[in-house]
C-alpha cells in the first residue's frame, strides 16, 4: 500500500461507520509515522483497522471495503476490520501511540516498536520478512524490541518471541 491508499481506506471507513477516530494496529500502520517507508514494508494490500469508541463496527468495514468487496476489486486494496484483541503487543503500549490525522479522521497507531512485537509474536514468514526490514533499515532498535517483548504476559512466552526476534535480527546480518 501506499500512504495515499491508507488515507483513501481510513476515509471509507469514517464514511461506512460513520466514525472518526480508528485504531490501525497491521503492518500498514508503518505508513503514518514513515509515509516513505521502505518498498519492502508495503507488501500488504490490507489496513487492519477497528473504530476506536465502537469496535464492534469492524463487521460494517469488512462487509463494505474488506477483501473482495466492489472495492478491493476496484482499487485492488482493502480494509480489514479487526478486534482490539487482534495485535498482542505490550500491556502498556497506549502509553506510547501515535496519533495521526487524515481530514477530520483520527489515527492512532502503535510506535513502531510496539508494532514490531505483535509481528514477532505472530511470527508468519511475512512478520519476519517485516521485522528484518525494520532492522536491516535501523527503523528499530533490537534492544528495546527484545525489552518490549520481555514485558508481555508470560502467556505469550515471551523467551521463545525474543528468541525469534533475535533470529530475525541475525538474518538482518546485525548479530
Not at 518498498?39 to 473482495?68: C, N, T, V, W, Y
Not at 502509553?95 to 512485537?117: F, K, M, S
Not at 533499515?137 to 508481555?152: F, G, N, P, T, W
Amino acid at each position: 500500500m501506499k500512504r495515499s491508499e491508507v488515507e483513501h481506506v481510513l476515509r471509507a471507513a469514517a464514511a461506512i461507520t460513520q466514525e472518526n477516530s480508528f485504531f490501525v494496529v497491521g503492518s500498514q500502520a508503518i505508513l503514518m509515522a514513515f509515509p516513505h517507508a521502505p518498498q519492502e514494508l508495503l507488501a500488504s494490500r490490507e489496513l487492519d483497522l477497528f473504530p476506536a469508541l465502537h469496535p464492534e463496527k469492524a463487521d460494517l468495514i469488512d462487509g463494505a471495503i474488506g477483501a473482495m468487496s466492489s472495492f478491493d476489486q476496484t482499487f485492488g486494496y482493502h480494509a480489514d476490520g479487526v478486534g482490539p484483541e487482534t495485535a498482542v503487543m505490550p500491556s502498556d503500549w497506549r502509553t506510547r501511540e501515535q496519533l495521526h490525522y487524515v481530514g477530520d479522521v483520527t489515527v492512532i497507531c502503535p510506535e513502531i516498536h510496539d508494532l514490531a512485537v505483535s509481528k514477532c509474536v505472530a511470527g508468519r514468514e511475512k512478520d519476519a520478512d517485516f521485522v528484518r526490514t525494520l532492522l536491516k533499515h535501523q527503523m528499530i532498535d533490537l534492544k528495546m524490541l527484545i525489552a518490549r517483548i520481555q514485558s508481555l504476559q508470560s502467556k505469550h512466552h515471551p523467551e521463545t518471541v525474543a528468541n525469534w526476534a533475535r533470529r530475525r535480527a541475525q538474518e538482518a546480518g546485525l548479530a
